[in-house]
């Protein structure tokens, strides 16, 4: 059996992408030695194509409209176009993020906008934010708990992270 995975993406102005996340299959279906379900590197495949296309679709969505200017509705120029990095606990995303000039009508703001930097400011989700302290958290308590002196800042056995 043969498989295939696609995310269908409607954006805010209507228009529709269908994207293929992940294909696999094509074992024989009278053997009994092929795997049964996905596996781990499937599913970790499948996950990373998703948040790919899910963080690519909602940039690109955002980036169209604060192009427009909130006060005139005229398009602002495009100065360039970079790459961001995003990081999640399924991979890092890298997505195309145009910089615009400001508008004509702005007469106080004369500073590029970069949409791409207002959805992901830290370039890391809060998920992935969260599980880095925890687990520098233990790391550290882990590895600090022989060399402190009196023990009572530290723990004699490493925490345990509860999810």
Not at 57 to 81: E, F, I, W
Not at 102 to 112: G, L, M, P
Request: glycine share 8%; hydrophobic share 30%; proline share 8%.
């Amino acid at each position: 059996m043969e498989w295939r995975v696609t995310i269908e993406l409607r954006g805010a102005n209507g228009t529709q992408q269908t994207h293929e996340v992940a294909r696999g299959g094509g074992t024989d279906p009278h053997s009994t030695l092929g795997p049964l379900g996905l596996a781990l590197d499937d599913g970790k495949t499948l996950r990373a194509g998703v948040q790919r296309h899910l963080v690519q679709g909602r940039v690109a969505d955002y980036s169209a409209l604060r192009r427009r200017c909130s006060h005139c509705q005229s398009l602002r120029p495009l100065k360039d176009t970079r790459a961001r990095r995003l990081r999640s606990l399924f991979g890092t995303v890298e997505v195309p993020s145009p910089r615009f000039k400001h508008c004509r009508c702005a007469i106080r703001e004369r500073s590029t906008l970069p949409p791409a930097s207002e959805l992901m400011p830290d370039r890391c989700t809060p998920e992935y934010e969260r599980t880095s302290a925890k687990l520098g958290a233990w790391c550290w308590r882990a590895g600090a708990a022989p060399h402190v002196s009196d023990g009572a800042d530290a723990p004699s056995k490493p925490l345990r992270i509860n999810p």
